[in-house]
C-alpha cells in the first residue's frame, strides 16, 4: 500500500531534549516536506526537499533540522526542542515537486513542556 | 507576495443541505489550486486540482470547485453533505514552475443532523 508513515504519533518531552521524528514514503517520491499545523495558521512548511542530498527552507525553519540520505527517509530533527514547538506536525511526499499531489502522514503530535 | 485566504473559520450546516467554502488567492503567475480535506486525527487528502482548462474541477466524494481568475477565487461546492464530510478543509496554491505550496488556514466543517 502506497503510504507515508510517521514516527512517533504522539511524543511529549521537555525542553532541551534533543528529538528526532522519522518519515518515510514507499512511492519512489523525489519530493518531500514538513509542515506544522497550528490553531488559526494553517499548514506552514517547515524544510521541503527535492531530493536525495537536496533540502531547503520553508517559511518557518527556526529550530529544525532535516536530512535526506536516502530517497524513502526524511527525519525532522529538532536539537533543543522548546514550547513554541508544540504542534502538529505533517510529513507529505509527492513525484516531483510540491505542485504535484502531496500525500501526507497522519501527523505527530508533539508536546514540549 | 502569494497568499491564500479563507474567510470563513468555522462552517455549520444540516445533512442533505448545499455547501460551498471560500477560497480566495493572490499570486503573480498562473496558479495551480488545490482543495485537501482533513478528517478528525488524520492526514490531509486531496479532494481535486486545478491546472488549466475546465474552469469547474470534478473531485472525489461528490466536491467539485470552480476557477474564477477574475476574482481569483477557487470556491468547494457540494449539492448535499452527507456527516461523514465533517472535517477541515483547506486550500492551497502553488505556481507553474514553483517547488512549494501555500496553504490557507482551513475551514472546519460541522454537519448537523
Not at chain 1, 509527492?94 to 501527523?107: A, C, E, H, I, M
Not at chain 2, 448535499?80 to 496554491?93: G, K, L, N, P, R
Request: hydrophobic share 30%; glycine share 8%; with cysteine.
Amino acid at each position: 500500500e502506497a503510504q507515508v508513515t510517521q514516527n512517533p504519533r504522539y511524543l511529549i518531552t521537555v525542553t532541551g531534549k534533543k528529538l528526532t521524528v522519522t518519515c518515510s514514503q514507499n512511492m519512489n517520491h523525489e519530493y518531500m516536506s514538513w509542515y506544522r499545523q497550528d490553531p488559526g495558521l494553517g499548514l506552514r512548511q517547515i524544510y521541503y526537499s527535492m531530493n536525495v542530498e537536496v533540502t531547503d527552507k520553508g517559511d518557518v525553519p527556526e529550530g529544525y533540522k532535516v536530512s535526506r540520505k536516502e530517497k524513502r527517509n526524511f527525519p525532522l530533527i529538532l536539537e533543543s526542542p522548546s514550547p513554541n514547538q508544540t504542534s502538529l506536525y505533517f510529513c507529505a511526499s509527492s513525484l516531483k515537486r510540491g505542485t504535484d499531489t502531496q500525500y501526507f502522514g497522519p501527523g505527530t503530535r508533539l508536546t514540549v513542556l | 507576495a502569494q497568499s491564500v485566504t479563507q474567510p470563513d473559520i468555522h462552517i455549520t450546516v444540516s445533512e442533505g443541505a448545499s455547501l460551498e467554502l471560500r477560497c480566495n488567492y493572490s499570486y503573480g503567475a498562473t496558479p495551480y489550486l488545490f482543495w485537501y480535506v482533513q478528517s478528525p486525527g488524520q492526514g490531509l487528502q486531496l479532494l481535486l486540482k486545478y491546472f488549466s482548462g475546465d474552469t469547474l474541477v470534478q473531485g472525489i466524494k461528490g466536491f467539485e470547485a470552480e476557477f474564477k481568475r477574475s476574482q481569483s477565487s477557487f470556491n468547494l461546492r457540494k449539492p448535499s453533505v452527507h456527516w461523514s464530510d465533517a472535517a477541515e478543509y483547506f486550500c492551497a496554491v502553488g505556481a507553474t514552475g514553483a517547488n512549494n505550496l501555500f496553504f490557507g488556514t482551513g475551514t472546519r466543517l460541522t454537519v448537523i443532523p
